[in-house]
């Protein structure tokens, strides 16, 4: 079965501080893997994304990884901001070639910043 | 431009009644796709339009959910006989033509909630 599974599942950090998320996927085929962020009563936005063939991937403060044989993705968030409080969830694309671009969600990772 | 915009914001109802939620996605996305989301859970696929057509139905529960989307754009997702069990966040995404890369643009939601 297509899983996608997150830890861990909420962490609280300080204002300032680093961290990193995890992602262990099992779906196959394999297209893409993205990093969403969802705030409390908003939909998802995406962060990052990786092909197969990509180990990295930053975008400002965020930067994901993913290892592709081992079927591990990560999110390290670096200088942590209240803003960053939100849901951080982990997506992988199990279509393919024209197919339907169905997308897998992890149950995500809550991450709450405090001054 | 404008983004996702999803109506109702909230919806409440009575076990047995019928409920009609509605997506209007970005001018110019041609794949529109509805999830549903429980409490503490990544959203989970629900139907893919390509244009008018419903490309992937495989994610509908079952016969009581229906979607349309008559012209290509404005999507409705419409469910009979609601049960306490469909309570969730219902959200739209559109994006461009179905392709593997193509991000899927997520609307604020649909909170349902029968009673």
């Known amino acids: 079965k297509n899983q996608v599974e997150q830890s861990p599942q909420s962490l609280i950090i300080l204002e300032g501080k680093n961290c990193t998320l995890q992602c262990n996927y099992t779906v196959s085929p394999f297209s893409n893997l993205r990093w969403y962020k969802q705030d409390t009563g908003r939909g998802p936005v995406s962060l990052t994304i990786m092909t197969f063939s990509e180990n990295t991937k930053s975008n400002g403060r965020y930067t994901a990884t993913l290892d592709a044989d081992t079927k591990q993705s990560s999110l390290h968030i670096t200088a942590s901001q209240l803003s960053d409080s939100a849901s951080y969830i982990c997506v992988v694309n199990g279509g393919y070639g024209g197919a339907t671009n169905k997308l897998i969600f992890g149950t995500g990772t809550l991450l709450a910043v405090q001054p | ?115």
């Not at chain 2, 629900?46 to 490309?55: H, M, P």
């Not at chain 2, 469910?79 to 997520?106: H, K, M, W």
């Open chain 2, 1 to 115: 431009g404008a983004g996702v915009s999803q109506t109702p914001s909230n919806k409440v109802t009575e076990k047995g009644k019928y409920v009609e939620l509605r997506c209007d996605p970005i001018s110019g996305h041609t794949a529109l796709y509805w999830y549903r989301q429980s409490l503490g859970q990544g959203p989970e696929f629900l139907i893919y339009f390509q244009g008018t057509g419903a490309a992937d139905d495989s994610g509908l529960p079952n016969d009581r959910f229906f979607a349309v989307r008559p012209e290509g754009s404005v999507s409705t997702l419409k469910i009979q006989r609601t049960e306490r069990g469909d309570s969730a966040v219902y959200l739209c995404a559109s994006s461009l033509p179905s392709g593997l890369d193509n991000e899927q643009f997520f609307g604020p939601g649909t909170r349902l909630t029968v009673l």
